[in-house]
């Protein structure tokens, strides 16, 4: 079990960190064949630069196409220090508003 009570759940042979997590992921694969979503990805990695010096790397839950906007979103069931800093980072860096779920 881990620090926060999730439990690692399995779906399609991948493991995620939560059941919260794995049951979004079946929600967006649905959307997607659906058609409601495109190019649903896990895990993107994003470089945080700060004066072209890398400060982290944050690790989103998924990424996706909807209404021709990209969306990246973080299934959260603790928020975090580190993750507040890492989305306020993410906001500096690349523009981008982290989806919370």
């Known amino acids: 079990m881990s620090k926060y009570g999730a439990?690692?759940?399995?779906?399609?042979g991948i493991t995620f960190?939560?059941?919260?997590?794995?049951?979004?992921?079946?929600?967006?694969?649905?959307?997607q064949h659906a058609g409601l979503i495109d190019d649903l990805e896990l895990q993107p990695r994003f470089d945080l630069l700060v004066n072209s010096q890398k400060v982290c790397t944050y690790v989103a839950d998924f990424i996706y196409t909807f209404g021709g906007k990209t969306v990246v979103e973080d299934v959260k069931g603790m928020k975090?220090?580190?993750?507040?800093?890492k989305k306020k980072l993410m906001k500096a860096c690349y523009g981008i508003d982290v989806l919370e779920t």
Do not use: F, G, I, Q
């Not at 439990?7 to 399609?12: E, F, G």
């Not at 960190?17 to 959307?31: F, G, I, T």
């Open 17 to 31: 960190a939560s059941k919260k997590e794995a049951a979004r992921y079946c929600d967006l694969k649905l959307m």
């Open 7 to 12: 439990k690692r759940t399995t779906v399609d």
């Open 80 to 85: 975090t220090p580190v993750y507040n800093l």
